[in-house]
């Protein structure tokens, strides 16, 4: 083992805690203080000095054993299951989709958990959505939320203004989304990577400034609100049937009880995010599925083959931005009011962490980051100030130990052997 | 000789800024013949290639491909047209597969095109009808055929990635070949290959020039494949054509000596 180096190591640990402190002062070091008149600014210099303190002898201690440690984190010891067991991952799936059809009905399954469950599996639909572009077609796309939004609004504003209901705006929801996703595509189908990133995410805001500024049309800030509810073949979810209407209780001759609405709600998106798997599933045995994989290996190789370029990276942002836009009108019909709020930029980075952290490509992957990212914090309300931060040690971990995501491997969509064996 | 030539290279000229990478160049190639373009590093041979296969548009000359149809002027084509509707395949020097997919997916995408007009753009696929399983079945076939001609049909499950070198140039060629070129360009197939890989490589090219009736425009530097197997040589020095003949007249010709080859034993290796 090497000597220990002092020198070094006071000098990491006080370079340390100065650029502790540099960050400290403003984000620790000041507060506004609400004395009665007016507010006024304090300062917590003894914040600043122990986080400078923690850090720096922290990064000394780090620099002092280094030569311990092994070079590089070692790679985590997860075995692939993918690999090993290859039938595991078609098992897991089901059993994850039965469950998710019982769970409404499962004894300790109240309003709440049902509830949670709903939103959650909006993010697993907008991951599987945002995995045909990031994941299949590897185009960095920050600006996902924007097709959330569009759907949304296109629900929100059909269903007040034109009165539609909810089953018919919804494919108009992903047909509008998807026409968007074709309108940022042309622009952007030059750039890739990083490029590609920083475009994208510029146009998921100018969607969301544009929401926020064209009173006339989106009502603004405000947003829009009184959103109907879906119906169930022209039956009602409401305690007292409008006029003309029956109500599902009524027709059934149940028990009026707000649960119902609740369950309702959370079988169309069980069964919209299982079409959307369903759908990625089938499309990447086709050809079009192929040829987005191809052009995120190498689109030079793909030209050179005939492939154009142009159409696949178009179909690929308009098939994503459909899935986006079901997602956002059905978000738009259980909340029943929605505004440029819902759809900021850290939706999209919740959005592609989920597809990053579950394993690009990954269809299961995407449904375990999603219960991690967006279920765990439900559940943990009360840690809610802790999230970002939590999301951001799950990302540098996944980083280091799983580079390439929780479930990483891919399987051929075509095989010889099969045949051969079969 | 075939008197139609397959294609025509006529006055081309590429310029990078003041760099004349291909200058004034025109030659021909015939079918079913392999036509190999040699020359020092830097000659030009790969900007010529990009040339031919759209990637580059030259500033100056024509491009001519003749199809059974007519002639096809390449220079006016988009680089996915020139491998779609003119029927021009080509590998990388630097090989370019889709290495996280496997060996057997990578030559189906070669087929996407006629795929893609079987599944009604993937529509048919998507509702299960039969007609694109029929196709998908065919076009697993061919790649079959081909996996089992560059002797990857063993390995057709596994990653492209994973191959080692050689066997990811036979498979650039096989994927190539996919798309049922009338012209296959190989930008050095046997760079890196051991003495045997590149036997079996001569093989490989002389059938799919004899046996599918395919023009071949072969850069290479390995002089035993060049003098071997190629029917014409073309050699590029600066970009510009300094001979060109058949194999026996190349290797005695003073210039390309002078410019390439230097002493006539090391040519023979
Ligand atoms: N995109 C480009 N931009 C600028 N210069 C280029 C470009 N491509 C090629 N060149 C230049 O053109 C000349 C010819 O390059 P080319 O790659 O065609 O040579 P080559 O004959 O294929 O050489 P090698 O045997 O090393 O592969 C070189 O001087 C190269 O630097
Ligand atoms: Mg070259």
Known sequence: ?????????????????????????????????????????????????????????????????????????????????????????????????????????????????????????????????????????????????????????????????????????????????????????????????????????GFGEIVRVILQNWQDFTNGPAGISAIPRPT?????????????????????????????????????????????????????????????????????????LGLNPTTIKLSAFATGAMFAGFAGSFFA????????ESFTFIESAVILAIVVLGGMGSQIGVVLAALLLVGLPEWFRELQQYRMLAFGGAMVLIMLWKPSGLLSHRAPTIRLGKEKAA | MSPTPLLQVE????????????????????????????????????????????????????????????????????????????????????????????????????????????SVFSLAGLLGLARYSKAEKLGTDKARYWLNKVGLLHLADEDAGSLPYGSQRRLEIARAMCIDPLLLCLDEPAAGLNPRESQELNTLLTGIRDEHGIGLLLIEHDMSVVMGISDWVVVLDYGRKIAAGNPAEIRADEAVIRAYLGEPDEAEA
């Open chain 2, 11 to 118: 006055h081309v000229t590429m310029r990078f800024g003041g760099l004349f990478a291909v200058n004034d160049l025109s030659f021909t190639a015939r079918p079913r013949q392999i036509t190999a373009i040699i020359g020092p590093n830097g000659a030009g041979k790969t900007t010529l290639f990009n040339c031919i296969t759209g990637f580059y548009k030259p500033q100056v000359g024509r491009i001519t491909l003749h199809q059974d149809q007519g002639p096809v002027y390449l220079e006016r084509l988009d680089d996915f047209d020139i491998a779609k509707k003119a029927r021009v395949g080509r590998t990388f020097q630097n090989i370019r597969l889709f290495a996280r997919m496997s060996v057997l997916e990578n030559l189906i995408v070669a087929q996407h095109n006629a795929l893609m007009r079987a």
């Open chain 1, 1 to 201: 083992m090497a000597a220990v180096n002092l020198p070094r190591a006071l000098r990491d640990g006080v370079l340390g805690a100065v650029v502790a402190a540099a960050l400290a002062l403003p984000m620790l070091g000041f507060r506004l203080v609400d004395s009665s008149q007016a507010l006024t600014l304090g300062f917590r210099f003894d914040w600043v000095l122990w986080a400078a303190l923690v850090v720096g002898i922290g990064r000394f201690l780090l620099s002092l054993s280094r030569d311990a440690l092994p070079g590089r984190l070692p790679a985590l010891a997860l075995p692939n299951w993918g690999e090993r067991f290859p039938k595991a991952r078609l098992y897991l799936g089901w059993g994850l989709a039965g469950f998710a059809i019982v769970l409404p009905f499962l004894p300790f399954a109240d309003r709440s958990l049902v509830d949670k469950a709903t939103l959650v599996l909006i993010y697993v639909m907008l991951g599987w959505g945002l995995n045909i572009v990031v994941g299949l077609a590897g185009l960095l796309d920050l600006g996902f939320v924007a097709f959330y939004a569009v759907g949304a609004y296109s629900y929100a504003l059909l269903a007040t203004k034109l009165d539609l209901s909810f089953w018919l705006c919804l494919p108009l929801a992903g047909l509008f989304a998807a026409g968007f996703g074709v309108a940022l595509g042309f622009p952007v189908l030059r750039l890739r990577g990083d490029y590609l990133a920083i475009v994208t995410l």
């Open chain 1, 333 to 340: 019909t259980r909340q029943g009011f929605i505004s440029p």
């Open chain 1, 232 to 304: 169930l073949f022209g039956l009602t979810f409401t305690a007292n049937a409008p006029a003309g209407k029956t109500t599902f209780a009524d027709y059934f001759g149940l028990e009026f009880s707000g649960d119902h609405r609740v369950i309702f709600l959370y079988f169309i998106i069980l069964a919209l995010a299982l079409f959307t798997n369903l759908f990625t599933l089938r499309i990447r045995r086709l050809p079009i599925g192929r040829a987005w994989e191809a052009l995120r290996e190498d689109e030079i190789a793909c030209r050179s």
